[in-house]
């Protein structure tokens, strides 16, 4: 009996020794089948912020299309942008400001006044993962992988009557190297510019060293907006922009079809990410928003509209894509005066 119980042990010793060996074996081809890809990932946090830490779920989902992914983490999105241009990685997130190198028409979701409210923002985003938009999602050796929603861009002004484009004049105001929309709108105004860098611009405005800036609701808390509202500021409540995340990959160094299962993943977690975007503004002292008047409403979409017209015409808005969003909103608005104009985009 003894003797029977210990070769039905070293039986099942050996068969689960076997099992092991195979499943290891199919791991390991598995593994070997994947495409090995280095991704460029920017976070203002690093690698324990909330941009790394959703890059390692894209990772997970990125294997079921035949990719393993390496991350590599930075905190300034300009040398994160120059990384992927050397060919340190082939796969990349940077902000939509960034995206335009890459891709003029994705570039153009930030255009300046464009998307006013987060029902048009899902049309769009919806249109822009669908199929059909795919022919819009490459440009020369690059293609759109995803974009994702990180908020509306709000003024923010050490003083709150600082609310209309003819109080702005005079005032210095943050501007990005790379935000010809700022540049425009510092032309268009009269303002004073003072160049800046995504982190930089938060720190001026906090230290007073500028009167406005532009940041989302989620950057409010981490970059510590509060104290550069203090004592007589606040934020103007009508955005200026929507910001966005983008990833951008060379899509001959990728799998047959990676881009838009890739898109198709990341909207479906659009509507959370603007829930939380939402839930963030809301958290925001109420004290702090500057209430804008229907009047004061038209006259920043009268200069947002001329705005767009004149970086279309120098070629940095992609003229398809304002066409594509003054429809929308028209859609969502018709009454617009824009609907009907001649000039209209």
Not at 100 to 128: C, D, E, W
Not at 231 to 241: A, E, Q, Y
């Amino acid at each position: 009996m003894e003797k029977r119980l210990s070769l039905l042990t070293h039986s099942f010793i050996l068969k689960g020794s076997i099992l092991t060996a195979l499943l290891s074996l199919s791991m390991s081809v598995q593994s070997a089948q994947l495409t090995p890809i280095t991704m460029c990932v920017f976070d203002l946090i690093g690698k324990s912020g909330p941009v790394h830490q959703a890059m390692r779920s894209y990772k997970t989902a990125a294997m079921k299309w035949g990719v393993n992914l390496s991350l590599r983490s930075y905190t300034d999105d300009r040398i994160t942008s120059e990384e992927f241009n050397n060919g340190v990685c082939d796969l990349v997130i940077v902000p939509g400001i960034r995206a335009r190198s890459y891709n003029q028409f994705t570039g153009s979701v930030g255009s300046i006044g464009a998307i006013p409210t987060y029902k048009h923002m899902k049309i769009i985003l919806a249109t822009l993962s669908s199929p059909k938009a795919a022919k819009y999602m490459r440009e020369g050796e690059y293609e759109i992988m995803s974009i994702a929603p990180t908020g509306a861009l709000f003024g923010f002004v050490t003083d709150r009557s600082i609310n209309s484009p003819k109080k702005m004049a005079g005032k210095k105001i943050a501007v990005l190297d790379n935000a010809p929309e700022s540049q425009q709108l510092v032309s268009q105004v009269g303002m004073t510019p003072v160049s800046s860098t995504i982190s930089n611009a938060l720190q001026k405005f906090n230290n007073h060293a500028v009167d406005i800036t532009g940041a989302p609701a989620l950057a409010y808390e981490p970059m510590e907006m509060y104290k550069g509202l203090e004592p007589n500021g606040g934020i103007i409540s009508w955005p200026f922009l929507q910001t966005t995340l983008q990833i951008i990959g060379r899509w001959e160094k990728l799998p047959e079809g990676f881009g838009q299962k890739s898109r198709e993943y990341s909207h479906n977690g659009v509507d959370d990410l603007i829930t939380l975007v939402e839930k963030t503004e809301e958290n925001i002292p109420k004290k702090y928003w500057i209430a804008i008047s229907n009047e004061d409403k038209n006259t920043w979409n009268e200069t947002f509209r001329h705005n767009r017209i004149a970086l279309r015409d120098k070629g940095i808005y992609n003229g398809k894509a304002l066409k594509l969003f003054r429809k929308v909103r028209c859609k969502v608005d018709p009454e617009l005066a824009e609907c009907t104009a001649k000039n209209r985009e």
